[in-house]
């Protein structure tokens, strides 16, 4: 079976360092890759999408509050785009804000996850999300 690429898009190096421990303590290999802002984000599919792999991830973690450009822009950039439109956006934040939740599905997020108060219920969440993502939904190639 070939690796998994996940995408992960976040500006803070702790939560960065917190993902890659709980994929790694729950078992997973996949490839993960960090972008810490939208415009990285974007440049990082873009040449993905020149390159001879034209591989993209079977999901993105995206953080809302992130400099350069935000969740919010990037999500709804991703979601007007013909080919990174079917990528299934993960929204992965710590605003905990009803309006915020609802206006980023408005825009196309495919789930919306709060990020864990815990590294142990870090660990649950991954597991969550990776096996729904990855072994429960059908996604287009």
Same mark, same amino acid.
Request: proline share 4%; charged share 30%.
């Given at each position: 079976?070939?690796?998994?690429?996940?995408?992960?898009?976040?500006?803070?190096?702790?939560?960065?360092?917190?993902?890659?421990?709980?994929?790694?303590?729950?078992?997973?290999?996949?490839?993960?890759?960090?972008?810490?802002?939208?415009?990285?984000?974007?440049?990082?599919?873009?040449?993905?999408?020149?390159?001879?792999?034209?591989?993209? &991830?079977?999901?993105?973690?995206?953080?809302?509050?992130? &400099?350069?450009?935000?969740?919010?822009?990037?999500?709804?950039?991703?979601?007007?785009?013909?080919?990174?439109?079917?990528? &299934?956006?993960?929204?992965?934040?710590?605003?905990?804000?009803?309006?915020?939740?609802?206006?980023?599905?408005?825009?196309?997020?495919?789930?919306?996850?709060?990020?864990?108060?815990?590294?142990?219920?870090?660990?649950?969440?991954?597991?969550?999300?990776?096996?729904?993502?990855?072994?429960?939904?059908?996604? &287009?190639?």
């Amino acid at each position: 079976m070939s690796q998994v690429f996940i995408l992960v898009a976040e500006d803070d190096a702790d939560d960065r360092y917190l993902l890659q421990a709980a994929f790694k303590e729950n078992g997973y290999n996949d490839k993960l890759e960090f972008v810490e802002n939208g415009l990285e984000l974007i440049d990082y599919l873009d040449g993905r999408r020149s390159s001879i792999t034209n591989q993209y &991830p079977k999901f993105i973690l995206l953080d809302l509050n992130m &400099p350069k450009k935000d969740g919010r822009e990037v999500l709804k950039e991703l979601k007007q785009h013909q080919v990174y439109r079917k990528i &299934p956006i993960i929204i992965f934040t710590t605003t905990k804000n009803e309006s915020e939740i609802r206006s980023c599905y408005e825009m196309g997020a495919n789930t919306y996850v709060v990020k864990p108060a815990s590294f142990h219920d870090l660990l649950g969440t991954i597991e969550q999300i990776r096996s729904y993502w990855l072994d429960t939904a059908t996604i &287009p190639e």
